[in-house]
């Protein structure tokens, strides 16, 4: 069969990369809405905060079902339904007059639409368009997170400001409808075969194929289904490396802005260096999907973890008189935290393809949610305990280095599966 001059795996990114900017759009924005809100009601910071709390574990619970939904009905039903039910969700939030019904509505409602079409979703999906570009294309659609949070994020603020946070959430329902159920209705597949293709678009017969596939460490899954996968110690090490990788980036980014006012600088010069991550992480995807897939997985991923590992220690050193330590902290931990988005993914396809796949992730990202949630939880606490954050920032950096070495083991448990 002769190569087609275009894979529509590329339209599949194209219409992803959409999907995670509005999604991750609506995750972040949700800082500005907290101002405005807490405002209006006199809730506490605090009260207000829970909601993102209950967002973000409703968000990880709801994973292994999502994933379930996508192996059977595939990503054509689920991620049009995603979209219908955060615009209802958003629009009830809208009208919303008790800090229950904010709970209710944003708090249950709504992440479990933006677990269905945002990088979890994604994780299940994407991997199955390619095999010798996997890394990068993954990379791609990931940058959409950046993007919709660099765009998204001050545009919902203008809105406010403009006509108020209740209109503002009323316009995010009415485009989230708009903008993400007509692509992915029409354009969004399953798998290439549903079409009469293969992944990349070409044709090889399946030992040509495992020549090629040099960038991928194991020529056929280590395991077929969730049965085979529960059993199989590459599984768990990456379960594992799941779990420090989300505690040690999570309780980093969220508590970066706090850190770097403890040391001197402004508020706002904080928020002027997590944007600048941010940015820097939409091209870090795209890079270290490229370079998983040239170098290969597990040196590509220990390239990233050891920049944000030295980003970390930048952030540790940080003082007034040393500020260029900021910037290399931004370079540094905004190109390093970004290499996840792409490798864990496209590695995790590459031992566990197949018709359970989606339970799989599922599994991961339920596991590195908890990581998350506790290691922000976490750094809170030691901060109380100990009145800054290296202590937690020391915990963080050791688990970037147990992250890594969980990831190669699974890597070298893999390579003696063959």
């Given at each position: 069969m002769a190569r087609e001059k275009f894979f529509y795996g590329w339209v599949i990114i194209g219409v992803s990369f959409l999907n995670l900017a509005v999604a991750f759009g609506i995750w972040y924005s949700f800082s500005v809405f907290l101002v405005a809100v807490s405002r209006e009601f006199s809730w506490s910071r605090a009260a207000v905060s829970g909601v993102f709390s209950l967002f973000m574990m409703v968000q990880s619970l709801a994973a292994v079902m999502i994933g379930a939904f996508i192996d059977r009905f595939g990503p054509r039903i689920v991620f049009p339904a995603a979209s219908v039910l955060i615009g209802f969700s958003l629009w009830l939030t809208s009208t919303i007059e008790s800090i229950s019904a904010y709970y209710l509505w944003y708090g249950v409602l709504t992440p479990v639409g933006i677990c269905a079409i945002g990088y979890i979703a994604h994780s299940m999906?994407?991997?199955?368009?390619?095999?010798?570009?996997?890394?990068?294309?993954?990379?791609?659609?990931?940058?959409?997170?950046?993007?919709?949070?660099?765009?998204?994020?001050?545009?919902?603020?203008?809105?406010?400001?403009?006509?108020g946070w209740r209109v503002a959430y009323r316009i995010l329902a009415i485009s989230t409808l708009v903008v993400l159920f007509i692509p992915n209705a029409l354009l969004q597949r399953r798998n290439p075969e549903e079409i009469g293709l293969i992944p990349d678009g070409g044709a090889m017969d399946t030992e040509e194929k495992r020549?090629?596939?040099?960038?991928?460490?194991?020529?056929?899954?280590?395991?077929?289904?969730?049965s085979h996968a529960l059993r199989s110690m590459a599984f768990w090490f990456l379960v594992a490396s799941s779990f420090f990788t989300s505690f040690a980036v999570q309780s980093t980014l969220i508590h970066q802005v706090a850190a770097v006012v403890g040391k001197g600088f402004s508020s706002a010069k904080?928020?002027?260096?997590?944007?600048?991550?941010?940015?820097?992480?939409?091209?870090?995807?795209?890079?270290?999907?490229?370079?998983?897939?040239?170098?290969?997985?597990?040196?590509?991923?220990?390239?990233?973890?050891?920049?944000?590992?030295?980003?970390?220690?930048s952030l540790m050193l940080l003082t007034p008189q040393y500020d260029f330590l900021l910037y290399a902290y931004a370079v540094l931990f905004g190109l390093g935290y970004s290499s996840v988005a792409p490798i864990f993914p496209a590695r995790s396809a590459d031992f566990f393809l197949g018709p359970d796949f989606g339970k799989i992730v599922g599994i991961f990202s339920l596991i590195g949610g908890m990581g998350g949630a506790i290691g922000v939880w976490f750094s809170g606490k030691l901060f109380d305990l100990t009145g800054n954050y290296t202590t937690s920032f020391l915990l963080a950096a050791v688990f970037m280095i147990l992250n890594v070495l969980f990831f190669r083991w699974a890597g070298t448990v893999a390579r003696r599966h063959k």
């Open positions: 999906v994407l991997p199955r368009w390619f095999e010798k570009k996997r890394g990068l294309a993954i990379g791609i659609a990931m940058a959409g997170v950046g993007v919709g949070m660099q765009v998204m994020v001050p545009l919902t603020q203008y809105i406010i400001s403009l006509w020549t090629y596939q040099g960038f991928v460490d194991v020529p056929k899954p280590v395991a077929q289904n969730l904080g928020a002027l260096f997590f944007g600048l991550t941010g940015i820097i992480g939409s091209a870090g995807k795209i890079l270290f999907g490229y370079l998983s897939d040239r170098l290969g997985r597990e040196p590509a991923f220990t390239l990233g973890m050891g920049s944000a590992f030295l980003g970390i220690v």
